[in-house]
């Protein structure tokens, strides 16, 4: 074979290694940080006055997974949470998500069953109301 010929052989390996690629590549799922993302952002006033009303409080609520089978959540500063949420945010997949409802109650504890989290980072997004004020907690978890 003369140098045409492998310059030719070159060129159709090449596209076709690019065809591949563009195959490949189409068929990964893309996913935004989260499916209603620019109605999250519409209401971030409201998420910055609730850190900041967390900031206020003198000791944090504590997130934290037991034995990778449960999600607890402890308020040492608890006297009566109206109502709240616990999600688990999953940054490299959404399918993995998980949402809680808190429960109105006067327990500084409460403990959730997640026995189906694969191992990786979560994103705890906390939200609840305390004496009629809004308060917001992020904490990133790995299991």
């Known amino acids: ?3 045409g010929k492998w ?3 070159a060129f159709v390996l090449f596209a076709v290694f690019i065809g591949i690629i563009v195959a490949i590549s189409m068929r990964q799922d893309i996913n935004l940080v989260s499916k209603s993302y620019y109605q999250d952002e519409l209401v971030y ?3 910055l006055n609730r850190k900041n009303n967390t900031e206020q409080l003198k000791q944090k609520p504590e997130v934290d ?3 990778n089978t ?3 959540v402890y308020f040492p500063e608890a006297k009566f949470i ?3 949420e616990v999600q688990l945010f999953r940054p490299s997949s959404g399918k993995f998500d998980q949402r809680f ?3 109105s109650a006067a327990d500084s504890v409460q403990v959730f069953r997640v026995t ?3 191992p990786g980072a979560y994103r705890v997004k906390l939200t609840w109301t305390m004496e009629g004020i809004d308060y917001y907690l992020e904490k990133v978890i790995v299991i």
């Open 45 to 47: 006033q409201e998420k």
């Open 7 to 9: 310059i030719v052989v």
């Open 1 to 3: 074979m003369n140098w």
């Open 82 to 84: 109206e109502q709240g």
């Open 65 to 67: 997974i037991v034995e």
């Open 101 to 103: 409802k808190l429960t």
């Open 70 to 72: 449960y999600l607890k």
């Open 116 to 118: 189906n989290l694969i």
